[in-house]
Nanobody, 122 residues
Framework: QVQLVESGGGLVQAGGSLRLSCAASGGTFSRYTLAWFRQAPGKEREFVAG????????SYIDSVKGRFTISRDNGANTVYLQMNSLKPDDTAVYYCAARRGTAITQSRYDYWGQGTQVTVSS
């Protein structure tokens, strides 16, 4: 079993930056693929970015490519989401998630954090 705790959310002006972090415990971190999802009020939860176990391969949805960067520090059992050039449409609760294996998918994650609010003002 894996526990995930997000932090780093907050209020930022459009064009600004935030760095989210997700600390993991209860498992072997390097064996898990990690991902960030987000959910705005009244909207479906959507995949944002993922990073593979061990190899560090990454995947992003088109709307965040060139603005967001996902990374992981296996020694610190932490995954990050660096968000630059933020837009009001990025406003959502952001969740980290984990699944065993190397494949980055947009569903079927086994473990979830509690979420952290990101609000981007215009």
């Amino acid at each position: 079993q894996v526990q995930l705790v997000e932090s780093g959310g907050g209020l930022v002006q459009a064009g600004g930056s935030l760095r989210l972090s997700c600390a993991a415990s209860g498992g072997t971190f390097s064996r898990y693929t990690l991902a960030w999802f987000r959910q705005a009020p009244g909207k479906e939860r959507e995949f944002v970015a993922g990073i593979s176990s061990w190899s560090g391969s990454t995947s992003y949805i088109d709307s965040v490519k060139g603005r967001f960067t996902i990374s992981r520090d296996n020694g610190a059992n932490t995954v990050y989401l660096q968000m630059n050039s933020l837009k009001p449409d990025d406003t959502a609760v952001y969740y980290c998630a984990a699944r065993r294996g190397t494949a980055i998918t947009q569903s079927r994650y086994d473990y979830w954090g509690q979420g952290t609010q990101v609000t981007v003002s215009s």
